[in-house]
């Protein structure tokens, strides 16, 4: 089922054993739009910790009672290695973790690579979680390592909201959100709000569109048109996305499908 990601803000986390809080937001790959983390706000329970639990913990959600289980128990998760509050998330921080819990990072399929953007094919995870096959990344990755800067791939998705999207010929609007799967909680589609370009509608376009981003403008820039996006299918927000009406966009743009 795909789900507003900005709605799942607020969502109760239940361990095996209780609540351990509720969700702050998630944090994923720039590069090949995969959410690598959930970020819990633990609230008093955990008094200075930021916690951060792997999509492959995460059960299935309730929606009608924002309820989201993780197979974790909180002797688990309050012994896990130590993620400092509003501290940059680390390479060094994510391989404690995966070493800890012995979660997979390579876990969850991802359709548009680790290249970005479409500009180059997907390549393969090493042991460590970096990109193999990729030199430019895994230097970048190596340098983070070293001196302890945050991951240069990791992103708060709810950081982005407000970035201003633009098409090859003009602005057409804001990101408000994305569209998340919550059976391996990948990113499906961007939510562009139109603004005052065209009546305020709602928008949906897949990262394949997406040629690249200015993070110290917030701008993404899209390798579509303008006249493309307004004919496009229209998305009603009140509707859940049918597989039909998923064709029918990838059809419209020529993007590939999502395993079908």
Request: hydrophobic fraction near 40%.
């Amino acid at each position: 089922m795909l789900v507003v990601g900005s709605a799942v803000k607020g969502y109760t986390i239940e361990a095996n054993d209780g609540p351990i809080g509720t969700v702050k937001t998630f944090l994923f790959d720039d590069q090949t739009w995969k959410i690598r983390w959930l970020v819990i706000d633990t609230g008093h329970w955990l008094s200075r910790r930021q916690v951060l639990v792997h999509p492959s913990a995460m059960g299935t959600p309730d929606h009608m009672r924002r309820y989201l289980p993780v197979q974790l128990s909180k002797a688990q998760i309050e012994a896990s290695p130590d993620i400092a509050q509003d501290r940059p998330v680390t390479m060094q921080m994510q391989s404690d973790l995966y070493g800890y819990y012995g979660w997979d990072p390579s876990w969850g399929l991802s359709f548009y690579g680790p290249a970005g953007f479409g500009m180059a094919p997907m390549a393969m995870f090493n042991r460590g979680g970096r990109y193999a096959g990729d030199e430019a990344v895994q230097d970048a990755e190596t340098t983070a390592l070293s001196n302890n800067d945050g991951d240069p791939h990791l992103r708060d998705m709810v950081a982005l909201r407000g970035y201003h999207i633009h098409a090859t010929d003009g602005s057409i609007g804001h990101l408000e959100s994305f569209l998340l799967d919550d059976t391996d909680w990948a990113i499906r589609y961007l939510i562009v709000d139109t603004s005052n370009w065209w009546l305020g509608a709602h928008v949906l376009v897949a990262p394949y569109a997406v040629k690249d981003i200015d993070w110290t403008e917030q701008q993404v820039h899209l390798n579509v048109t303008r006249d493309k996006v307004k004919t496009s299918p229209i998305w009603d927000p009140a509707e859940i996305v049918e597989r039909t009406y998923e064709r029918q966009l990838h059809s419209h743009y020529g993007w590939p499908g999502y395993g079908w």
